[in-house]
């Protein structure tokens, strides 16, 4: 029953270090997204994917890349982490119809000092 | 002007009590909407779907008006266990499927 599997849980970067936060998911969904959260303004969609090769942006993509190789993995590279990035991080997986479930990972949180 | 707005409460409320929560939505493009509910440092968790109809899921019952581009969520009966903060979520049709989030609702039920 792993679902959404997101790794890290926890990271400290220092200002103008790369990482790429993990997601895989083993339910063949072929929507994938990535979210920030930041304290009393909900999640924002960073960038998202509908299907293996295909990416685009969401909300707040600046200094963010994604890629998606695979049906299972969608990973979130920060290219240059700066403080303004630190928040909790979700990645979500669902289905094609507009009425399907998200499903989340548990969330990264990052600190960027 | 958010796209989703909730009030971010918190709602302090006695075991048993039932308690309502709103959402106002900008985007009449709006094609499903949803109530998650987030436990303190978790992730969301779908909590139910809402129908134009109106739907009842045990103690809990959401309601979509979407002449006034509102949508709500009764709880009967709170429990402690109730206690969490929940998201109003939107899934607006712009050609770029992506759910939209309220900044969410939390809720503390009092023994």
């Known amino acids: 029953n792993a679902g959404v599997t997101q790794t890290p849980k926890f990271q400290v970067l220092k200002t103008g270090q790369s990482m790429t936060l993990q997601c895989a998911q083993d339910?063949?969904?072929?929507?994938m997204s990535w979210y920030r959260q930041d304290p009393g303004m909900g999640l924002r969609l960073i960038h998202y994917s509908v299907g293996a090769g295909i990416t685009d942006q969401g909300e707040v993509p600046n200094g963010y890349n994604v890629s998606r190789s695979t049906t299972e993995d969608f990973p979130l590279r920060l290219l240059s982490a700066a403080p303004s990035q630190t928040s909790v991080y979700f990645c979500a997986s669902s289905g094609t119809a507009m009425n399907t479930e998200a499903f989340f990972g548990q969330g990264t949180r990052l600190t960027v000092v | 002007r958010k796209e989703v707005e909730q009030d971010p409460g918190p709602f302090n409320v006695p075991e048993g009590a039932t308690v309502a929560f709103n959402c106002t939505y900008s985007n009449s493009a709006s094609q499903s909407f949803f109530w998650y509910r987030q436990d303190c440092r978790k992730e969301p968790k779908l909590l139910m779907s809402v129908y134009s109809s109106g739907n009842e899921d045990g103690r809990f019952t959401a309601q979509l008006n979407r002449a006034s581009q509102y949508i709500s969520l009764l709880i009967r009966d709170s429990k402690l266990s109730d206690s969490a903060t929940y998201l109003c979520v939107v899934n607006f049709y712009t050609g770029r499927r992506a759910l939209t989030f309220g900044s969410g609702t939390r809720l503390q039920v009092q023994p």
């Open positions: 339910m063949n969904h072929e929507y």
